[in-house]
């Protein structure tokens, strides 16, 4: 039973590019958090998705972030026209609806 | 007043020694409560998982919950060398995100 996947595990993008992060949740769970972590930082919420809903994403700037969970394939974190300031380690989690989460090992995003 | 405060260490302690790590948070909303491992550049891994107040034990780690002091703590008792990582606390409401603390970098030194 693979664990939640996520991939890319290391992005570089220049500044102004756009970041698509991607994450499988565990087989069975169809709800999904993404996280953002700064160095020194804790793990701040963004965005909580179930199949084909954004259920809260009070956590996300309004600007730049967009984050979908189509009926079919993962999970996509968007970040358009990315800025240094947006460098940090991107994790999500699934639950199978209960208030356990799981997280994945992460996606680093290093803007030059 | 942030919502979880986490002392984020380090805290270094002999091997074989009983670790306490705690956090305080000011939402009284939150019913659920984990606690997280994290070793350096991996993702989060759940260790204990509580609702509402009382004790839970698994293994070596306990997991206490007082709500009306606003209070969580994470056991750790015959202390290894492999539990050097940092501790994270999470707590949410029905329905919402985890909240974290900072997390707590702890040290056993062999």
């Known amino acids: 039973n693979a664990g939640v996947m996520q991939n890319p595990r290391h992005l570089v993008r220049r500044r102004g590019q756009e970041a698509r992060l991607r994450c499988s949740p565990m087989?069975?769970?169809?709800?999904v958090y993404w996280y953002r972590q700064l160095p020194e930082e804790g793990l701040k919420f963004m965005v909580y998705l179930q199949k084909e809903n954004i259920i809260d994403e009070s956590g996300m700037p309004k600007e730049r972030f967009s984050a979908e969970f189509p009926k079919e394939g993962p999970s996509i974190l968007r970040i358009q026209q990315v800025v240094r300031g947006d460098s940090a380690a991107y994790f999500c989690a699934s639950s199978p609806g209960s208030p356990e989460a799981f997280f994945g090992q992460g996606t680093r995003l290093t803007v030059v | 007043q942030k919502e979880v405060e986490q002392d984020p260490g380090p805290l270094s302690v002999p091997e074989g020694a009983i670790v306490s790590l705690n956090c305080t948070y000011s939402n009284s909303a939150f019913q659920y409560f984990m606690w997280y491992r994290q070793y350096s550049r991996k993702g989060p891994e759940l260790l204990m998982y509580?609702?509402?107040?009382g004790n839970k034990e698994d293994g070596r780690f306990t997991a206490q919950v007082d709500k009306s002091s606003k209070y969580i703590s994470l056991f750790i008792r015959d202390s290894q060398p492999s539990d050097s990582a940092t501790y994270l606390c999470?707590?949410?409401?029905?329905?919402?995100?985890?909240?974290f603390g900072k997390g707590t970098h702890l040290i056993i030194q062999p």
């Open positions: 509580t609702y509402s107040s």
């Open positions: 999470a707590m949410k409401d029905v329905g919402d995100g985890l909240t």
């Open positions: 087989k069975g769970h169809s709800h």
